[in-house]
């Protein structure tokens, strides 16, 4: 690996814990907490593929309907509202009239997946900089050893 690759591996690995912490946040902001499955879920991959550094983000299946919400219409299953109302001591019998009121009214998002989307231009800026400190650097010194008196 290429001394490159490898400052560009950890500006993005360092980046990329910063936005899976801002997306914990953001859930824990918005009481999105049943059993900690879904926050302990988001994890994030650097890979290198030869001089490229890339990221990716995961989650549990069920995220999407976190952050992108549910519309009014159909009931959400009901054996998952009941899975629910046991871990947070809810009685079971309000299952039911849970489904219901979702069925009727829907979920507000979180929106919690689109993070670093968000924050590309972040990721972007950070490289820049590094990068123009590491070549000033470089350029240092191959002055100071080639051109000194």
């Known amino acids: 690996m290429s001394q490159l690759t490898s400052l560009l591996y950890e ?14 946040n953001i859930l824990q902001e918005n009481n999105k907490i049943a059993t900690g499955y879904l926050i302990s879920s988001i994890i994030y991959s650097v890979v290198i593929k030869g001089d490229n550094v890339e ?11 976190v952050d992108e919400g549910r519309l009014p219409g159909k009931f959400p299953p009901l054996d998952a ?14 299952a039911f009239p849970i489904a219901k009121s979702i069925a009727e009214n829907g979920i507000p998002p979180v929106q919690f997946l689109d993070v670093p989307f968000n924050n590309a ?11 123009t400190k590491e070549m000033t650097i470089e ?6 050893t080639n051109f000194k008196k």
């Open 121 to 131: 231009d972040k990721l972007v800026e950070l490289i820049s900089e590094q990068l």
């Open 11 to 24: 500006i993005v690995d360092s980046w990329s814990r910063e936005q899976q912490e801002q997306m914990i």
């Open 55 to 65: 990221v990716e983000f995961a989650n549990a299946e069920y995220g999407k309907y």
């Open 81 to 94: 509202i009941k899975e629910w109302c046991q871990v947070k001591g809810i009685p079971e019998s309000a």
């Open 139 to 144: 350029l240092q010194r191959v002055v100071d």
